[in-house]
């Protein structure tokens, strides 16, 4: 079974930037999206961005202008570039992969913005 590895989370100021990444243990066959979600205590879990094969990527309003979500097609891995980021921010954050036969979950990585 293909499991989805994260890293990058951690602690970061307001106002400052954290990258996070994802990459498959395995070969995925046939991605269509790829994205992160980020769920906060007491609160839904939300998708933050998304990207599909065709390069286009959709954001959350709360994140537009500031995260950006990246796909290296070569390795099938995501990136997540969160610039300015906010106490708002402050979540676990989940990399999900969708392919034409399966849909994956990491297990969620920690990211805290305070001062």
């Known amino acids: 079974q293909v499991q989805l590895v994260e890293s990058g989370g951690g602690w970061v100021q307001p106002g400052g930037s954290l990258r996070l990444s994802c990459a498959p243990s395995?070969?995925?066959?046939?991605?269509?999206?790829m994205g992160w979600y980020r769920q906060a205590p007491g609160k839904e879990r939300e998708l933050v961005a998304s990207?599909?094969?065709?390069?286009?990527?959709n954001y959350a309003d709360s994140v537009k202008g500031r995260f950006t979500i990246a796909r290296d097609s070569s390795k099938d891995t995501v990136h997540l570039q969160m610039n300015s980021v906010k106490t708002d921010d402050t979540a676990v954050y989940y990399c999900?992969?969708?392919?034409?036969?399966?849909?994956?979950w990491g297990q969620g990585t920690q990211v805290t913005v305070s001062s």
């Open positions: 999900w992969v969708l392919s034409t036969y399966l849909q994956l």
């Open positions: 395995g070969s995925i066959f046939r991605i269509n999206t």
């Open positions: 990207i599909i094969t065709d390069g286009r990527t």
